[in-house]
């Protein structure tokens, strides 16, 4: 059985960190495409950042661009997004998740999903 877990979410003021971390077990992330998405308070839910471990290729949303950073850890076979000058409309529950996406930002197009973990931005 395939599982993704998030860890990592807290709360956190304005201008702060958090590093997110997305496992898995019974899968591999070689050669997938792992996502990380969002979604706020009565929003919907949004492409934040995707790594294609293949090659490394990362990718962002334009309202995160130069503040979070995607990576991967092979020996670890987690991901991780370093969030930094976190923003209050950062604020959301955070999902990573993982499959073959040819538009990395289309929800539709993962296969396995974790269950969220919470960030909260106070300003």
């Known amino acids: 059985e395939v599982q993704l877990v998030e860890s990592g979410g807290g709360l956190v003021q304005a201008g702060g960190s958090l590093r997110l971390s997305c496992t898995a077990s019974?899968?591999?992330?070689?050669?997938?495409?792992i996502g990380w998405f969002r979604q706020g308070p009565g929003k919907e839910r949004e492409g934040v950042s995707c790594?294609?471990?293949?090659?490394?290729?990362?990718f962002y949303a334009g309202s995160v661009k130069g503040r979070f950073t995607v990576s991967y850890d092979n020996t670890k076979n987690t991901v991780y997004l370093q969030m930094n000058s976190l923003k209050s409309e950062d604020t959301a529950v955070y999902y990573c998740?993982?499959?073959?996406?040819?538009?990395?930002?289309?929800?539709?197009?993962?296969?396995?999903w974790g269950q969220g973990t919470q960030v909260t931005v106070s300003s």
């Open positions: 019974g899968f591999t992330f070689d050669d997938y495409a």
């Open positions: 790594i294609r471990t293949s090659d490394g290729t990362t």
């Open positions: 998740a993982t499959g073959l996406p040819w538009a990395w930002s289309t929800a539709a197009q993962y296969d396995y």
